[in-house]
């Protein structure tokens, strides 16, 4: 339904765009970009705002939509990326911007730092991925034009951080050398003991259960998989989220539905000591916290024990 003033008047629709969880050592902490141009840093411990050393609430107002982030693996820096092809870099501890770069003029749809965080990966819309040099001050180091045939929706590093693979919503999947992002163009069955670092690329052979026959392309909008890689979620199109065992290679794999989400779900992320999961919703503006239930025992660990909720 359209929003709409006491005037009578329609209102901007804004939405919640991504989520992005901090590492380890902060693991309580994760952070949300919007349409509404803000940056904002919260606390799972308190379920609210987290408070930077300074004493003032974490949160900055960063004049241009939020559609991606990602968060540098020594959680120093914060990158996130916007609708006008920008992307921007953040300090943590005082969310101040450190530095803007024009990249494309679609918007940005996939930010990712490479294990050792010496690279940064940025997609945008329009099926270009360029890569960035950290410690050169992001420098341009790779680029591919329009090899994807839609936009990308997700990507991750292997975790040696010399190769890449990314996914559009045509369900097109690439693999590439890093940084050069030269197309890797050999067998790919030679990739199948790879080690990413990351799991958040929708389509693999090891999430097929999430992909049944009543399932489309734009059905699923995110995924996540858990730090000891057990569980896969999927952030649905209609609201709910899926929790798999993973690897969910089979046809028929039974699965646990949870819902909270009046609108789509944007983005799902683990926390990095496995304790809670981070999901916003579109449109309806929310950030769901839910607590992982972990099986007590072995025999409830084999018995198929998958438990979430909102905390």
């Not at 241009?64 to 990602?70: F, L, Q, R, V, W």
């Not at 292997?158 to 890797?184: F, M, Q, T, V």
Request: aromatic share 8%; charged share 20%.
């Amino acid at each position: 339904e359209s929003r709409r003033d006491r005037n009578g008047n329609l209102l901007q629709m804004l939405a919640l765009s991504s989520v992005s969880s901090f590492p380890l050592n902060m693991a309580h902490l994760f952070c949300t970009v919007a349409d509404d141009k803000s940056l904002r840093i919260w606390n799972s411990h308190n379920r609210g705002m987290h408070n930077l050393r300074n004493g003032k609430r974490a949160i900055a107002y960063m004049g241009m939509p939020g559609t991606a982030s990602a968060i540098s693996p020594d959680a120093t820096m914060i990158a996130v990326g916007h609708s006008g092809g920008q992307f921007t870099i953040w300090d943590s501890d005082n969310l101040q911007c450190v530095l803007e770069n024009s990249v494309r003029d679609r918007s940005v749809t996939v930010l990712h730092f490479s294990h050792d965080g010496k690279q940064l990966l940025v997609a945008t819309a329009g099926g270009t991925l360029d890569v960035f040099d950290v410690r050169s001050g992001f420098r341009k180091v790779g680029s591919n034009e329009s090899r994807h045939s839609a936009s990308v929706t997700s990507a991750d590093f292997s975790a040696d951080g010399k190769l890449l693979r990314s996914c559009d919503n045509a369900g097109e999947i690439l693999y590439w050398h890093a940084p050069s992002l030269k197309l890797y163009d050999e067998r790919t069955v030679e990739l199948r003991d790879v080690r990413w670092a990351t799991e958040t690329i929708q389509m693999a052979w090891d999430r097929k259960s999430a992909w049944g026959q009543r399932v489309s392309l734009s059905d699923i909008n995110a995924v996540a998989v858990n730090p000891n890689r057990t569980i896969l979620l999927t952030a649905e199109d209609d609201g709910a989220m899926r929790v798999f065992r993973f690897p969910a290679i089979g046809d028929d794999m039974a699965c646990k539905r949870y819902r909270g989400h009046s609108s789509a779900v944007q983005g799902i992320s683990f926390a990095a000591d496995d304790r809670y999961v981070f999901s916003v919703g579109g449109y309806d503006l929310c950030i769901f916290q839910w607590r992982h239930l972990q099986p007590l025992s072995k025999a409830q660990s084999h018995s198929g024990m998958l438990d979430f909720r909102a905390d």
